[in-house]
């Protein structure tokens, strides 16, 4: 069968901290596939894919290949989409600097491109997420978004009046590197006291290992060495009522909430969408922020909406297939 009369379908990409997710669109956006592989090579500290991005290329190019040779002949390759956790040339198709992947000016749009012989974009991959809640999630109706993925690290993608914002440089949504009083830990972008540093997976579990060191009682003090607490067991902490590990929540999300208030009045959002690993932990995160935009916020009647992302990680891979239909 010629491939002009084959099926169109489109990837989406969503590149992340561990791992990298693929997904398989028809026209209609229904995902008819998708697969995972880890973004790096090893987990050693040298982390080989960042410091060698062709050998990313090359298995990234192997995976959507294997991926559309799942679902048959019937389908024909006909755009990708690419989510990156940095700061990206949209119009150039260049990933600038993605710190947690120590990548610096390097090339995806056009090396993907002349491995898979179709048109490829790319974009931040907070604002694809933000992009996928705002057309199928969350966000639908709304034209005024502000979203926020916690995980790794944090970041936020814009929609102002229908348009996704990206800046003068790339670096719209940039909140987790916004300085916060008081804080010492050091970030991977080489400053000390940035927001994701503790408003995020690592900075949960980071300001809960200092509690246990500290000699707090709480049952994280149980059963290991804190240095392996995760977020996770943090949360599953606060499920069990201890008070330790509920006290790192609203410390998170009160300075959290500091920061998006002064963004709430910038940017007057119809709607703040959280999403990431950490909003699985709903309302013992959301409860706290809303405390502080209520006490904060003008008129307690219009402080837009808080709410957790409805999509998951389906949300980047959407996004990403729907780069090609935005400017």
Known sequence: MADEQRMPIDAGIDIGGTNTVIGLFDSQRNLLAKTTIPTFLSASPEREWTNNPEAFYERLHEAIVKLAESIGGSGCLAKVGIGVPGQVDTTCGIVIRASNMR??????????????????????????????????????GFRNIVCLTLG???AAGIIADGR??????WHAGEIGHDPVPGVAYRCNCGKTGCLETVASATGIARIAKDAVHAGETTTLAQGGNPEQLTAHEVFQACLQGDAVALGVFRQVATMLGQKLLSAIYLLNPDIVIIGGGVAAAGEILLSPIRAVLEDGYFSKTACPQICIGTLGDSAGLLGAVHLFDIS
Request: proline residues 4%.
């Open 152 to 154: 790794t690290g944090l």
């Open 103 to 140: 990548w610096h000016d390097v090339p995806l749009a056009a090396a993907m491109r002349g491995r898979l012989g179709v048109p490829v974009k790319i974009e931040n991959d907070v604002r694809a997420y933000t992009l996928g809640e705002a057309l199928a999630g969350a966000g639908q």
């Open 164 to 169: 996704l914002i990206r800046g003068g440089a």
